[in-house]
């Protein structure tokens, strides 16, 4: 393995280690170059090949930054709505499918630290003084349901949906009564959470969600998931259906 090459899997590792989130800065390279024995010339190599893989970029000079897929994936959610590629009803119903199921996972699996930081985030929000705080501190409840399940693709997944509507959520607690309903919500969520209740947990986020659609005027159906499921599924549940209504002259002639 050449130097470059050998110095790039280091600041890989190195990032790993941090577990970092959002944008981060890296060490400039000539800590980089001390950390890892070799001159500045190699670690500036081996910098620019991850900047043409697309995991770190310049910035300010000489300063490096790494972006995580959630960052580039809000970024890409946000082009494509620009761009009219997506909407927010899409956008909404992309939630619908997948944070229930995580609610109820979160259930399952959460740990006692893991519900204390939902406890954690629940009483920042209801402590909070504006609807942009509020709004914060809601998505890292969101967040921190994903990484209850222990599954990182999750929060992966989630983050970039709730982010991308934040400015259409920050507009829906523009409403009074909003900002208490939405409490009201993440304390049934939150105490399904306690129980460990996966059922109470899965369908109180599904009334959620459905509830921001109906503040904002989203076109999303709440029961679109099923009849897509039914479809996919095959026909067990109609023929039944029909063999019944059939059935039901016979018995009603007899």
């Known amino acids: 393995m050449s130097a470059v090459a050998d110095v790039r899997d280091q600041i890989l590792a190195l990032l790993a280690e941090t577990h970092a989130a959002g944008e981060v800065k890296l060490p400039s390279e000539r800590a980089l170059a001390s950390r890892f024995s070799v001159s500045r010339s190699t670690v500036r190599e081996a ?14 000079g000489s300063a490096w930054v790494v972006q995580t897929g959630t960052k580039q994936l809000v970024q890409a959610l946000g082009l494509q709505l620009q761009f009219g590629e997506l909407t927010h009803d899409q956008l909404l ?5 997948i944070e229930p199921p995580v609610a109820s996972l ?3 699996r959460r740990s006692v630290e893991d519900l204390a930081e939902l406890q954690r985030l629940y009483l920042f929000m209801s402590e909070a003084e504006t609807d942009s705080e509020f709004l914060r501190y809601d998505i890292a409840f969101h967040e921190q349901l994903a990484r209850c399940t222990g599954n990182g693709y999750f929060v992966l997944a989630v983050t970039p949906l709730l982010v991308t509507l934040s400015e259409t959520r920050q507009e829906s607690l523009v409403e009074p009564s909003r900002r208490p309903m939405v409490l009201d919500e993440h304390r049934t ?22 509830s921001f659609a109906r503040s904002v005027g989203l076109a999303i159906v709440m029961d679109a998931v099923a009849p897509r499921r039914r479809a996919a599924g095959g026909s067990t549940a109609r023929p039944r259906k029909a063999a019944a209504a059939k059935r039901q002259p016979k018995e009603s002639d007899g």
Request: hydrophobic share 45%; proline share 0%.
């Open 47 to 60: 910098l620019r090949g991850l900047a043409d893989q697309g995991g770190i970029v310049a910035n300010h």
């Open 189 to 210: 969520i939150l105490d399904a959470i306690h129980a460990r209740d996966s059922a109470t947990a899965g369908s109180a986020m599904r009334e959620h969600i459905g």
């Open 106 to 108: 979160a259930a399952q």
């Open 93 to 97: 119903e992309s939630r619908l499918v």
